[in-house]
T-cell receptor, first 115, second 113 residues
Framework: DVKVTQSSRYLVKRTGEKVFLECVQD?????MFWYRQDPGLGLRLIYF???????EKGDIPEGYSVSREKKERFSLILESASTNQTSMYLC???FGRGQVVDTQYFGPGTRLTVL | DQQVKQNSPSLSVQEGRISILNCDYT??????FLWYKKYPAEGPTFLIS?????DKNEDGRFTVFLNKSAKHLSLHIVPSQPGDSAVYFC????????????FGSGTRLLVRP
């Protein structure tokens, strides 16, 4: 079974703080993703990575950055947290390697509240 | 502009009856579609998928139908069970980005005992 873990289930931070969200997958997947989920908006892609040290912007990258130093780990960074970044953050991974069909597997999510 | 739309935010059905969840898309380049199920406080889990070369895919109680001309797909759950109560997300990917999924906004299904 694919396992995707996220470092925290719940986080409360103050405006202006630097926030790190960590994600680890144990299936040697090439691709990793960060989404945020908001009511009525579904899952929106923030950033994704298709290889170590490689990253690409998703649909809503503003205010975020990412780091992938090791294949199994993908970090999402909020350089200066703002209240509009209060959300559920979901990490996912997929096999990659040119798969035509590439199912994504999700972690349990981190509920971030910025005060 | 949403490329994948789930126009019904919620659906309530009686246990044992059929649940039909709908999804519309606008991008004709999409060629693979997936449904994910999400319980509260958990990440989405993959449920069922369909390729654009098919019009139906079945897995137990779950069947997905694809109507390419209408750019519409639907998920049928028969018979519905209380444990099916969750949020269901439709997602699509295209030939130009097979690893990138575009998600709909989700439909919350409640199955009443």
């Amino acid at each position: 079974d694919v396992k995707v873990t996220q470092s925290s289930r719940y986080l409360v931070k103050r405006t202006g703080e630097k926030v790190f969200l960590e994600c680890v997958q144990d299936m040697d997947h090439e691709n990793m993703f960060w989404y945020r989920q908001d009511p009525g908006l579904g899952l929106r892609l923030i950033y994704f990575s298709y290889d170590v040290k490689m990253k690409e912007k998703g649909d809503i990258p503003e205010g975020y950055s990412v780091s992938r130093e090791k294949k199994e780990r993908f970090s999402l960074i909020l350089e200066s947290a703002s209240t509009n970044q209060t959300s559920m953050y979901l990490c996912a991974s997929s096999f990659g390697r040119g798969q035509v069909v590439d199912t994504q597997y999700f972690g349990p999510g981190t509920r971030l509240t910025v005060l | 502009d949403q490329q994948v739309k789930q126009n019904s935010p919620s659906l309530s059905v009686q246990e044992g009856r059929i649940s039909i969840l709908n999804c519309d898309y606008t991008n004709s380049m999409f060629d693979y579609f997936l449904w994910y199920k999400k319980y509260p406080a958990e990440g989405p889990t993959f449920l069922i998928s369909i390729s654009s070369i098919k019009d139906k895919n079945e897995d137990g109680r779950f069947t997905v139908f694809l109507n390419k001309s209408a750019k519409h797909l639907s998920l049928h759950i028969v018979p519905s069970q209380p444990g099916d109560s969750a949020v269901y997300f439709c997602a699509a990917s295209g030939m130009d980005s097979s690893y990138k999924l575009i998600f709909g906004s989700g439909t919350r299904l409640l199955v009443r005992p």
